[in-house]
């Protein structure tokens, strides 16, 4: 089956500097990825709808500078931490979709762990 | 809104018992649901999902769901709970995001313990 890749799977990193996290598609071309953060013992809460060779669409109360997503090629999506702050602390997955598919190929990646010190 | 709600934190079952863990949803039009499973520091696994054909849905790891319209539920169950099926479990709702793309929305999640 449709497999997606994230990497780091944790990454500790300190206060101001910047993490970027990568999540590709193994298998299948992605033409839309999705970003979610997790709080400890809370739902998934999507941050942005990356698509490939356009601009990220934001959620509500997601600051698009901090986060920035790139989606440069059908198999890849970026998520870079930008200035990060002990708050950005968190569980980010994402998850893809291969292209022309509905709803049925949503594929998620394992994770990755950011602790900001 | 479309969404779907867990209205348990947590869900405690013996080893070899059935288990149940609860989702009702609440949806404009035909609900496309689903069920995942997420390990701790993991991503999350799909399990199941309904779209349309018959209520039992069969999935992963021996589990089934039943879709109900009339109760608007969508529980998530297995005749005889093992201990490796403890892990957190969120049932999802396909909703519009803001981008227009299709996604799965998620429930705040269900921990399910099972005890040897």
């Known amino acids: 089956g449709a497999v997606v890749s994230q990497h780091p799977s944790r990454v500790i990193c300190k206060s101001g500097t910047s993490v970027k996290i990568e999540c590709r598609s193994l298998?299948?071309?992605?033409?839309?990825m999705f970003w979610y953060r997790q709080f400890p013992k809370q739902s998934l809460m999507l941050m942005a709808t990356?698509?490939?060779?356009?601009?990220?669409?934001?959620e509500q109360g997601v600051e698009k500078d901090k986060f920035l997503i790139n989606h440069a090629s059908l198999t890849l999506s970026t998520l870079t931490v930008t200035s990060a702050h002990p708050e950005d602390s968190s569980f980010y997955i994402c998850?893809?979709?291969?292209?022309?598919?509905?709803?049925?190929?949503?594929?998620f990646g394992s994770g990755t762990r950011l602790t900001v010190v | 809104a479309q969404s779907v709600a867990q209205p348990e934190d947590q869900v405690n079952v013996a080893e070899g018992n059935p288990l149940t863990v609860k989702c009702t949803y609440s949806?404009?039009?035909?609900?496309?649901l689903f069920w995942y499973v997420q390990y701790p520091n993991r991503g999350l696994q799909f399990l199941l999902k309904?779209?349309?054909?018959?209520?039992l849905v069969k999935g992963s790891y021996g589990f089934e769901a039943e879709f109900n319209k009339s109760q608007t539920s969508f529980h998530l169950k297995k005749p005889s709970a093992l201990v490796s099926d403890s892990a957190l479990y969120f049932c999802?709702?396909?909703?519009?995001?803001?981008?227009?793309?299709?996604?799965?929305?998620f429930g705040r999640g269900t921990s399910l313990i099972v005890h040897p």
């Open positions: 998850s893809a979709r291969e292209g022309g598919i509905s709803l049925y190929g949503y594929t």
């Open positions: 298998d299948f071309q992605a033409t839309t």
């Open positions: 990356s698509n490939e060779g356009s601009k990220a669409t934001y």
């Open positions: 949806v404009s039009g035909n609900p496309y």
């Open positions: 309904y779209i349309t054909g018959d209520n």
């Open positions: 999802a709702v396909r909703v519009h995001a803001s981008g227009g793309s299709y996604i799965p929305t």
